[in-house]
């Protein structure tokens, strides 16, 4: 081979390698991007599946709350009403008391 044959030889397999590294560079950055826009839709995902998740834990959160307050609600209101039958129970006992009372008053 003579020294342009060689020098040739050269230049052709620098160009070759070139547009090896390029194609190399082309499809690392078809990689990259269909990487990223992938990992976006992963977040998109997660992000959306944490936000019904979160939504399902406050309305059962919600729910328990609004039933401890229907049955704390409940159990006041039956201890009400047993205050208040005991307290009519009671009123003819207080009126006598009352009146018994009353007629010591007036007749010391």
């Given at each position: 081979?003579?020294?342009?044959?060689?020098?040739?030889?050269?230049?052709?397999?620098?160009?070759?390698?070139?547009?090896?590294?390029?194609?190399?560079?082309?499809?690392?950055?078809?990689?990259?991007?269909?990487?990223?826009?992938?990992?976006?839709?992963?977040?998109?995902?997660?992000?959306?599946?944490?936000?019904?998740?979160?939504?399902?834990?406050?309305n059962?959160?919600?729910?328990?709350?609004?039933?401890?307050?229907?049955?704390?609600?409940?159990?006041?209101?039956?201890?009400?009403?047993?205050?208040?039958?005991?307290?009519?129970?009671?009123?003819?006992?207080?009126?006598?008391?009352?009146?018994?009372?009353f007629?010591?008053?007036?007749?010391?």
């Amino acid at each position: 081979m003579t020294r342009d044959e060689i020098l040739s030889e050269i230049k052709r397999a620098e160009d070759e390698a070139k547009a090896q590294v390029a194609q190399a560079n082309e499809a690392k950055n078809r990689k990259i991007s269909a990487a990223t826009a992938q990992s976006r839709e992963i977040i998109k995902k997660a992000e959306e599946e944490a936000q019904r998740y979160a939504e399902s834990e406050i309305n059962a959160a919600r729910k328990k709350v609004r039933e401890e307050r229907e049955k704390i609600t409940g159990k006041g209101i039956e201890e009400a009403n047993e205050v208040k039958k005991k307290a009519q129970k009671n009123i003819t006992k207080a009126t006598n008391f009352i009146l018994t009372e009353f007629e010591r008053a007036v007749d010391a």
